[in-house]
C-alpha cells in the first residue's frame, strides 16, 4: 500500500504561481511513476503531468507545458508540481497518483486533493 497527501493549494490571481506538494508513505519502494491530475467542476479529470520515479523523466500535457514543472525528491518521497503563470482555465481540483511495480494500472494509489483557484 502507498499513501499519499498533496499539499500546497490555494487561491491565487491569474499570472501568479504555487507549488503543490505530494508526500508518499508506506511500500514507496515499489513506486515506478507518479502523476499529477486535475478536475474542474463539470469535467472529467485529465492529466496534468508525470515522472518516472527513477531516472526522473517527465511529461506534461500541452495545457501546461512550458508554465509548470514536475519534479521529484526521492530521499524524501515527495513529488513535486511547481505552477507558474496561472491562469483562471487551472482552477481544479489537483490529485497526485502513484503506479507500483506489479500491477496492470498505472496508476494504483491517489490522493484525497487540494483546491487550486486561479481569479481572473
Known amino acids: 500500500q502507498v499513501q499519499l497527501v498533496e499539499s500546497g493549494g490555494g487561491l491565487v490571481q491569474a499570472g501568479g504561481s504555487l507549488r503543490l506538494s505530494c508526500a508518499a508513505s508506506?511500500?514507496?519502494?515499489?513506486?515506478?511513476?507518479m502523476g499529477w491530475f486535475r478536475q474542474a467542476p463539470g469535467k472529467e479529470r485529465e492529466f496534468v503531468s508525470r515522472?518516472?520515479?527513477?531516472?526522473?523523466?517527465?511529461y506534461y500535457a500541452d495545457s501546461v507545458k512550458g508554465r509548470f514543472t514536475v519534479s521529484r525528491d526521492n530521499a524524501k518521497n515527495t513529488v513535486y508540481l511547481q505552477m507558474n503563470s496561472l491562469k483562471p482555465e487551472d482552477t481544479a481540483v489537483y490529485y497526485c497518483?502513484?503506479?507500483?511495480?506489479?500491477?496492470?494500472?498505472?496508476?494504483?494509489?491517489w490522493g484525497q486533493g487540494t483546491q487550486v483557484t486561479v481569479s481572473s
Open positions: 508506506g511500500r514507496t519502494v515499489s513506486i515506478t511513476d
Open positions: 497518483a502513484a503506479g507500483v511495480r506489479g500491477t496492470n494500472n498505472l496508476y494504483d494509489y
Open positions: 515522472i518516472t520515479w527513477r531516472r526522473g523523466d517527465t
